[in-house]
C-alpha cells in the first residue's frame, strides 16, 4: 500500500486490473454513478443479476486463495447470466474487508478479477469499499440477452424433459473432506473453493429449452423451486443424475441406498444448469454428451417431486436435511 488511505488504495489497484472503459459510455470507475447507453441495445434485453459471498459462510482463509474468492464470487455471478441466456458486459463490485485482505489480499484478489473481467470483455463500472470485521464481497453482473430464458413457462407440458447439464456433488464432497481434514486433490478442492459456471449454453437455444435454473442451492432445492413455480409434477431419476467420480464409488451396496440419494440431493454450489426440453427434443438431447435426461413433466396444474432410484420410490427421504443452510455451514 501507498500513503493513499486504504480505500483509494483499493480502488486504484482495481482500476488498473478491472477498468474497461472502452466497453461502456462513460468514465467507468470513478464518478459516483455510471451511466450506460441502453438504446445501443437496440432489441435486446438488459438482465441483471448480483451475489455475495460471506468468509466463514462461502470460504474459509485456511481453505481458500483469495483468487479462489474472486473466481467464485465471479462464476456464481456469471452461471447465473448464462443460465438466462445472456452475455455478461458491465459489473458492480463492493468490498467489505478487515485489515488483512487490505494489506495482503487485495493485490491477488483484483489480479484474478481482471483477470476474469478481461477475458469476458467486462468492465467495472462502480461499487463501494468499506472497513468491516468481516470480509464480504459483493458482485453484481448486467448483461445482454436476445432471448430471454425464463424459470417459469406456461407452455410446459405432459412429457417434456428434464435435463441437467454439468456434474454435481464436488462442492459439498470437497467441502466435507476439508472439514474434516482429509486430504483431497487441489482438482476436486477447487469443485468447493472455485467452482465454474457451465461454459456451453448453446444447447439451451439449440433444444428450444421452456425454463431454466442454475443450481446453487441443494439439488433437490432446485428442482423443487421448477416444480412450484410452473405448478407441474417432475418425475425425477436419481439414477440418471450426472454425479462427480467421488460419489459414484460409492454406490449402492457399498453405502445405503438412502445415503446415497441424499448426498445427491443435498449437493449444493456446483453451478450445474437444469432445464426442461420439449418432450420432442429427447432425440437430439441425447446426442449432447453434456447434457443428461433425469426425468419428464407428468401432470400439469398441480406441483410434486416425484423421486426414484432404479424403480424404487425415494420420497421418503425428502426432508429438512436436503435444505442448503447458508446461516448455519461452520
Not at 10 to 18: A, G
Request: net charge negative; charged share 25%; proline share 3%.
Amino acid at each position: 500500500m501507498d500513503n493513499k488511505s486504504p480505500e483509494r488504495s483499493i480502488i486504484q489497484k482495481l482500476k488498473e486490473v478491472c477498468n474497461r472503459s472502452g466497453f461502456i459510455p462513460g468514465e467507468g470507475i470513478g464518478d459516483d454513478a455510471a451511466f450506460l447507453l441502453t438504446s445501443s441495445l437496440e432489441h435486446n434485453k438488459l438482465v441483471i443479476t448480483t451475489d455475495s459471498i460471506v468468509e466463514n459462510v462461502h470460504f474459509k482463509q485456511s481453505w481458500s486463495s483469495w483468487s479462489d474468492v474472486a473466481t467464485k464470487l465471479f462464476e456464481m455471478n456469471l452461471s447465473d447470466l448464462y443460465v438466462k441466456g445472456a452475455v455478461p458486459h458491465w459489473a458492480l463490485l463492493n468490498i467489505n474487508c478487515d485489515h488483512n485482505f487490505m494489506n495482503h489480499g487485495i493485490e491477488e484478489f483484483a489480479d484474478k478479477l481482471g483477470e476474469l473481467f478481461f477475458k469476458f470483455n467486462i468492465a467495472l463500472i462502480g461499487g463501494d469499499t468499506t472497513a468491516s470485521a468481516t470480509n464480504t464481497f459483493s458482485l453484481t453482473m448486467l448483461g445482454v440477452a436476445s432471448e430471454y430464458l425464463y424459470r417459469k413457462n406456461n407452455t410446459i407440458e405432459k412429457g417434456d424433459l428434464i435435463v441437467q447439464c454439468g456434474q454435481i456433488g464436488g462442492s459439498n464432497y470437497g467441502m466435507e473432506m476439508l472439514k474434516k481434514e482429509i486430504p483431497i486433490s487441489e482438482s476436486i478442492k477447487s469443485k468447493y473453493t472455485a467452482p465454474r459456471a457451465q461454459r456451453n449454453i448453446k444447447w439451451l437455444f439449440d433444444l428450444k429449452a421452456k425454463a431454466t435454473i442454475d443450481q446453487s442451492d441443494t439439488l433437490f432445492e432446485t428442482l423443487e423451486i421448477l416444480s412450484k413455480e410452473n405448478n407441474i409434477e417432475m418425475e425425477i431419476e436419481i439414477d440418471k443424475i450426472n454425479i462427480v467420480p467421488e460419489l459414484s464409488i460409492n454406490k449402492p451396496p457399498f453405502i445405503p441406498v438412502e445415503n446415497y440419494c441424499r448426498q445427491i440431493l443435498q449437493s449444493s454450489e456446483d453451478l450445474s444448469i437444469i432445464a426442461i426440453l420439449p418432450g420432442q427434443m429427447k432425440e437430439k438431447a441425447e446426442q449432447i454428451k453434456d447434457i443428461n435426461i433425469i426425468g419428464k413433466v407428468g401432470n400439469i396444474g398441480k406441483e410434486y417431486l416425484s423421486l426414484v432410484y432404479q424403480d424404487k420410490s425415494m420420497n421418503e427421504i425428502i426432508n429438512k436435511n436436503l435444505i442448503f443452510n447458508h446461516f448455519d455451514i461452520f
